[in-house]
């Protein structure tokens, strides 16, 4: 793997961009890989106005609502929070 950065090699050692680079993984995986998989946005035919915004906006409330609620797999909590006073009483709402 390659990568750049604007550091010298003395305030950057391979272990302290390891790191930062594992980072980078972490959001990947953990907030876009959910949003491309299971709400399948990558598919997603909305493309004008502020429609892609909102939709990203919504998706994103769904996966913070969800794990707020202790649930670590999106995916299974989507399909068992169909009921969506259960998805408000997360909020107490």
Do not use: C, K
């Amino acid at each position: 793997m390659y990568g750049i950065a604007s550091m010298t090699s003395q305030l950057s050692p391979p272990a302290h961009l390891n790191h930062y680079s594992r980072r980078h993984w972490t959001v990947e995986n953990r907030l876009h890989y959910v949003r491309d998989v299971t709400f399948r946005e990558d598919s997603s035919q909305v493309r004008t106005g502020n429609a892609p915004r909102t939709t990203a906006t919504f998706r994103n409330l769904s996966i913070n609502t969800i794990r707020y609620a202790g649930r670590a797999n999106v995916a299974h909590a989507r399909r068992d929070l169909r009921n969506h006073a259960d998805v408000f009483a997360v909020y107490g709402i």
